[in-house]
């Protein structure tokens, strides 16, 4: 499998079956990501727990890997995320990129932009609009 087949493989086992002992197949035992949790960097073990609670606010996710790029060490990916929302069965749907530098067939380090304002609007946990409320200056909540 190339980079591109593991990670699509991985997110189709972590996030779609709900093996969250895979996450560390795919990382190093010293394995950084960013960009899942402001100002924080998570090792595979706490990327384990957010899989586990994002995959439980939604119901019948879907991954999709629109556009890879392999260059050297590094891979970058842009991701398509759909779902439904639970209690109403509406789409959800949010994109999210990453871009990974690889040791051999692990990720040594991740940084992550999911579009997390979108997700959560989706949810209804975030008002609808969010980022134009913000962005007049109101405060959101």
């Known amino acids: 499998m190339n980079r591109s087949e593991r990670l699509e493989d991985w997110y189709r086992r972590v996030y779609l079956e709900g093996d969250f002992d895979a996450v560390g197949t795919l990382f190093t035992d010293e ?12 090792g595979p073990e706490d990327i384990g727990v957010f899989a586990m609670a994002l995959v439980n606010l939604v119901e019948a996710p879907q991954l999709r890997l629109v556009k890879t790029v392999e260059s050297g060490d590094w891979l970058a990916a ?4 759909s779902a439904v929302r639970p209690g109403d069965g509406k789409p959800v749907r949010v994109m999210g990129q990453l871009m990974a530098r690889y040791e051999g067939d692990r990720i040594a380090e991740a940084y992550n ?3 997390f304002v979108a997700f959560f609007e989706q949810l209804g946990l975030l008002p609808a ?3 134009a409320i913000g962005m007049s200056g109101q405060k959101i909540g």
């Open 78 to 81: 842009l991701i398509e995320c």
């Open 129 to 131: 609009h969010s980022i």
């Open 31 to 42: 394995s950084k990501a960013e960009g899942l949790i402001d100002d924080m960097q998570v």
């Open 113 to 115: 932009s999911f579009d």
